[in-house]
């Protein structure tokens, strides 16, 4: 068995030469036996014929049927004695022309078979792969492989079609992957500045509705006037980062030393614009004046939790910052139903929403907040409180007093 194994790993190793030589080789033994077996039968008949029609007063002594020598003496013997019309003298004087034409066919038929098995075993199976394969290709097909198990140059070339079908499959992941991260930056891009949109437009409602009264001091217009300035200037940035990124990972951070006391202000600004319907609770404690981070980075993770939270809270949305020993922890909490437990468990991926059929909202602002998040090198986790739902955002950073 062990033998018969190995045969088999041998032929399917051989190249296409050497198996078509195999296969001619043994259907000309086969040819050659079948030769041997028709020339014994023929003799054995003309035999036959010849002592049929031998004459009782011929020499019999001097025959025997075994050799041929003899059969042509029988045949001299009985050469007289046939009747040219007799269907058995055609066959008799025919004998060496129909023999010799039926070796010729086995040797032409055992060519024939050999090249005909051939194709169909060592080049038809794989040449069917490979026109099948190209027809799921033209039709952009990739969910396919192309398996050939013979180590030919068919087998060559069908697992050299493979690895072009992998790389091939592989680029339209890339393509797709590039396209659908283009179009995650245009939604985040969209969803990025409704939000100093928002807050820019509450300063202006602001300025509006009190401006014309003279009922805002002259220190809070100019606090105003300064909110809405920054509002746009971050905007001005989140345009100008976002028109050249193409993932979200790819955005890049500027690390600086900040005012805490600033963040935090402009953190609670910010949110009382969002929240302008809704009560909204603001606490802060910290350790240290200054820290080193991105403040851009983490004000925009928070609009977007603060953004989430004032749209399903139902009377009131609570921020609390807290740095200490170098960690910044925020967070926003709100009177809400909560987090379902679909939201729960797909809660921070691209484009889920619990109010999905709300207008203008894309469902990405958990998702923004994660990838923000892991990019400033913190940790993003939401879960549902006595309350309603709540989301922490946590950072390290450098303090600096």
Same mark, same amino acid.
């Given at each position: 068995?062990?033998?018969?194994?190995?045969?088999?790993?041998?032929?399917?190793?051989?190249?296409?030469?050497?198996?078509?030589?195999?296969?001619?080789?043994?259907?000309?033994?086969?040819?050659?036996?079948?030769?041997?077996?028709?020339?014994?039968?023929?003799?054995?008949?003309? #035999?036959?014929?010849?002592?049929?029609?031998?004459?009782?007063?011929?020499?019999? #002594?001097?025959?025997?049927?075994?050799?041929?020598?003899?059969?042509?003496?029988?045949?001299?013997?009985?050469?007289?004695?046939?009747?040219?019309?007799?269907?058995?003298?055609?066959?008799?004087?025919?004998?060496?022309?129909?023999?010799?034409?039926?070796?010729?066919?086995?040797?032409?038929?055992?060519?024939?078979?050999?090249?005909?098995?051939?194709?169909?075993?060592?080049?038809?199976?794989?040449?069917?792969?490979?026109?099948?394969?190209?027809?799921?290709?033209?039709?952009?097909?990739?969910?396919?492989?192309?398996?050939?198990?013979?180590?030919?140059?068919?087998?060559?070339?069908?697992?050299?079609?493979?690895?072009?079908?992998?790389?091939?499959?592989?680029?339209?992941?890339?393509?797709?992957?590039?396209?659908?991260?283009?179009?995650?930056?245009? /939604?985040?891009? #969209?969803?990025?500045?409704?939000?100093?949109?928002?807050?820019?437009?509450?300063?202006?409602?602001?300025?509006?509705?009190?401006?014309?009264?003279?009922?805002?001091?002259?220190? /809070?217009?100019?606090?105003?006037?300064?909110?809405?300035?920054?509002?746009?200037?971050?905007?001005?940035?989140?345009?100008?980062?976002?028109?050249?990124?193409?993932?979200?990972?790819?955005?890049?951070?500027?690390?600086?030393?900040?005012?805490?006391?600033?963040?935090?202000?402009?953190?609670?600004?910010?949110?009382?614009?969002?929240?302008?319907?809704?009560?909204?609770?603001?606490?802060?404690?910290?350790?240290?004046?200054?820290?080193?981070?991105?403040?851009?980075?983490?004000?925009?993770?928070?609009?977007?939790?603060?953004?989430?939270?004032?749209?399903?809270?139902?009377?009131?949305?609570?921020?609390?910052?807290?740095?200490?020993?170098?960690?910044?922890?925020?967070?926003?909490?709100?009177?809400?139903?909560?987090?379902?437990?679909?939201?729960?468990?797909?809660? #921070?991926?691209?484009?889920?929403?619990?109010?999905?059929?709300?207008?203008?909202?894309?469902?990405?602002?958990?998702?923004?907040?994660?990838?923000?998040?892991?990019?400033?090198?913190?940790?993003?986790?939401?879960?549902?409180?006595?309350?309603?739902?709540?989301?922490?955002?946590?950072?390290?950073?450098?303090?600096?007093?």
């Amino acid at each position: 068995m062990g033998n018969i194994n190995k045969a088999k790993k041998l032929f399917r190793k051989m190249n296409l030469k050497q198996s078509f030589s195999l296969y001619v080789v043994i259907f000309l033994a086969i040819a050659g036996a079948l030769s041997i077996i028709t020339v014994i039968i023929a003799d054995e008949f003309i #035999s036959t014929v010849a002592f049929y029609y031998i004459d009782e007063n011929d020499d019999i #002594s001097k025959i025997n049927s075994d050799t041929n020598e003899d059969v042509r003496i029988a045949v001299d013997m009985i050469d007289s004695d046939f009747d040219d019309a007799s269907s058995s003298a055609v066959l008799f004087y025919a004998r060496n022309s129909y023999v010799a034409l039926i070796l010729l066919a086995y040797f032409i038929l055992g060519i024939i078979l050999s090249a005909r098995i051939f194709f169909k075993r060592r080049i038809s199976v794989p040449l069917n792969m490979l026109v099948s394969a190209s027809e799921k290709i033209s039709e952009k097909d990739l969910n396919f492989s192309v398996d050939y198990w013979r180590g030919d140059e068919m087998g060559a070339l069908c697992d050299s079609f493979e690895s072009m079908r992998i790389q091939l499959e592989e680029n339209y992941k890339n393509l797709w992957n590039t396209i659908a991260e283009q179009k995650n930056v245009q /939604k985040a891009f #969209s969803h990025d500045i409704r939000t100093p949109l928002t807050v820019t437009k509450g300063y202006v409602d602001l300025l509006y509705t009190y401006l014309p009264e003279r009922k805002i001091s002259e220190e /809070k217009l100019i606090e105003t006037v300064d909110l809405i300035r920054n509002n746009l200037i971050r905007l001005e940035n989140t345009v100008t980062v976002m028109s050249n990124m193409q993932r979200l990972n790819d955005v890049e951070l500027s690390i600086k030393k900040c005012s805490v006391e600033e963040l935090f202000k402009t953190i609670e600004n910010d949110a009382k614009m969002i929240c302008q319907d809704k009560k909204l609770f603001f606490d802060s404690e910290t350790d240290s004046e200054t820290i080193v981070t991105d403040p851009n980075i983490i004000h925009e993770i928070v609009m977007n939790i603060v953004s989430n939270a004032a749209r399903f809270a139902k009377t009131k949305t609570s921020i609390l910052c807290v740095l200490k020993n170098g960690t910044l922890k925020i967070t926003v909490g709100d009177d809400g139903d909560g987090f379902s437990k679909e939201a729960l468990r797909r809660g #921070s991926e691209l484009y889920f929403s619990e109010s999905s059929q709300e207008e203008g909202h894309f469902g990405i602002g958990l998702n923004i907040c994660s990838i923000l998040s892991k990019k400033l090198g913190g940790k993003f986790s939401y879960f549902n409180g006595d309350e309603g739902a709540i989301v922490v955002t946590e950072f390290k950073t450098t303090p600096h007093n």
